[in-house]
């Protein structure tokens, strides 16, 4: 037997016996190969494909500990469920909450070698007895799960995950697997790039959801009477059969409509960061075992929920990008039978998205600030004492650092704690860049509202738009959303009037390079470096030539 088969051999068994697999599916199995080649892997799979699977499976066969990094602590105790269930080898997780006597356990465990699985979220790398356990017991397997939040979550309200490559690092750099189920080419190179991983093998299997319904009911200040847009949606879970999620941007959209819901009957609860970890807790627990019919949520619900029969997930408003809309929509029809993800879209609803992508602004003097305060130390500061010192807040003190790490001025150690990395620099260039590189984050977060604006307002095949966002090709309508069941999805093969292909590299005179990402009748997007997604009219790109075909 070839050691190729020999290794195939090995995950088959550990698939079958441990998870019930009769069969891995090839994304599965193409992600467990190359992290038992101990390559570093990037796994982009949809929601419900199995993606925990892949670091279990490869932890099992990985001599060496496993340390996961996931964002919640929910999620943490359901996967170490999940591991004890299928009894694929001892499993914990530390968190801030636990007692004392839990963690030293933990730990205790893993430096004997009696731990294969042990879970933490990005901030307890800046607990330095965390870092001290792990260094005396380095993991064999590093795995970042829900990746994505890397690039959603790392710049403004959870900077820990943009330490995690400085982590890696000092771990001795293990094998480092990173799952994800929505990443679209530009996050993937962030991800590929934060991570720090070496000649990584990049696996995008299955985004299409062809069991999933797409449709949009647009409402129209003006046109619409004002509250029919609620009204509609409201009623569509009334009609609607079995169980659902309700998305809404705020926390009080989420407490009126889920008291609307209940006054119409429906068994209908609010979830949202305001609520007490335990309402949450008892909310989240209510609808799995189906005492809660729907949940109307802000987007702090779903990640890592494992309920195969949720046959509706509707948008009482628009999410901030296509990345995030897919994600909450995957949520949908895990069992493979029908469901339907319905956006409920008032055009002054961007509105509210244009405000949150455009807050953050970071300020020239602060900047200068911050570098200075910095340099004055001689060793490496700690972001509370650096915050005293500055008189920043302390999301605004983040996020300037998070611009200057982007632009090599500074290091983010893996304590936490910062330290110049180019003293010599003149500080005015510094100071430039960082808020250059800011001003490129608002603009790509811009123009990420943009496509979901787009598809929104699409009038051709729904799945089509998204799939070709996320860079996977399909040609023809799908004939399962709103458009198609209308008519209105092109058939034709346009290709040989494109002046670029799909993917093809341009060069812009103003916005620089870019990435040809997907053609809309007369129109073309593409991804500059610079600024984000733009669309273009063919025939004004002809006529002025406004793109070159990059060398």
């Known amino acids: 037997m070839s050691p190729t088969r020999r290794m195939d ?55 060496g500990p496993t340390l996961v990094v996931s964002p919640l602590i929910a999620l943490q105790q359901d996967q170490v469920e999940s591991i004890e269930e299928h009894e694929a080898g001892s499993a914990a997780h530390v968190n801030s909450a636990m007692r004392a006597a839990a963690r030293q356990e933990a730990f205790e465990e893993l430096e004997e070698g009696a731990l294969e699985f042990l879970f933490l979220a990005p901030e307890q790398f800046a607990n330095e007895e965390t870092m001290a356990r792990l260094r005396a017991a380095p993991p064999s397997l590093f795995v970042v799960d ?99 999620i309700v998305y809404v941007a705020t926390r009080r959209h989420a407490e009126e409509v889920a008291e609307a819901l209940q006054g119409r009957g429906v068994a209908a609860e609010a979830y949202h960061a305001g609520m007490k970890d335990g309402e949450r807790e008892q909310v989240q627990g209510a609808f799995m075992a189906d005492e809660v019919a729907v949940i109307v949520a802000t987007t702090a619900f779903g990640m890592g929920i494992d309920k195969p029969d949720v046959r509706f997930v509707f948008h009482h408003d628009i999410s901030d990008s296509v990345d995030a809309y897919y994600q909450e929509i995957g949520r949908a029809g895990r069992d493979d039978k029908p469901a339907r993800a319905i956006l409920f879209y008032e055009p002054k609803d961007l509105n509210l998205r244009r405000f949150f992508s455009g807050a953050g602004e970071i300020d020239v003097d602060e900047v200068a600030q911050v570098v200075q305060t910095i340099r004055n130390h001689d060793e490496p500061i700690d972001p509370k004492e650096l915050g005293d010192e500055t008189g920043l807040p ?85 004939g399962n959303c709103d ?22 590299q341009v060069q812009h005179a103003k916005w620089g390079a870019g990435t040809v990402m997907r053609y809309e009748g007369e129109k073309m997007v593409v991804l500059f470096d610079t600024v984000g997604y733009r669309t273009l009219v063919i025939d004004l790109v002809r006529e002025e030539n406004l793109l070159q075909e990059a060398g």
């Open 9 to 63: 051999q090995r995950i088959e068994d550990v698939a079958r016996d441990h998870f019930g697999y009769d069969d891995l599916r090839p994304g599965q199995a193409d992600a467990v190969r190359s992290v038992l080649d101990k390559q570093d892997t990037l796994a982009v799979l949809p929601t419900g494909l199995g993606k925990s699977a892949i670091y279990q499976i490869a932890g099992l066969l990985t001599e």
């Open 394 to 478: 302390q999301a605004r003190l983040t996020r300037t650092l998070n611009r200057l790490e982007e632009v090599d001025a500074v290091d983010l150690l893996p304590s936490g704690e910062v330290v110049d990395d180019v003293r010599a620099d003149d500080l005015d260039a510094v100071v430039e860049k960082a808020v250059e590189a800011q001003d490129h984050q608002r603009k790509y977060a811009q123009s990420r509202i943009e496509m979901i604006r787009g598809y929104a307002e699409l009038r051709d095949c729904r799945r089509n738009y998204l799939l070709n966002y996320f860079g996977e090709a399909r040609e023809g309508p799908c």
């Open 146 to 244: 829900e990746a994505h939040c890397i690039s959603e979550w790392g710049h403004d309200f959870r900077p820990d995950y943009l330490k995690l490559g400085s982590i890696i690092e000092e771990l001795g750099r293990p094998t480092t697997l990173a799952l994800t189920a929505t990443a679209s080419p530009p996050v993937r190179t962030e991800i590929v790039e934060r991570l720090g991983l070496r000649d990584p093998k990049i696996v995008v299997h299955g985004f299409d959801r062809p069991n999933i319904w797409l449709g949009v009911e647009t409402f129209v200040e003006g046109v619409h009477e004002e509250g029919a847009k609620r009204e509609a949606l409201i009623q569509r879970v009334v009609d609607a059969e079995g169980s659902g």
């Open 483 to 504: 458009s198609c069941d209308a008519g209105i999805a092109a058939g034709v093969d346009e290709t040989s009037d494109r002046p670029f292909p799909v993917n093809a």
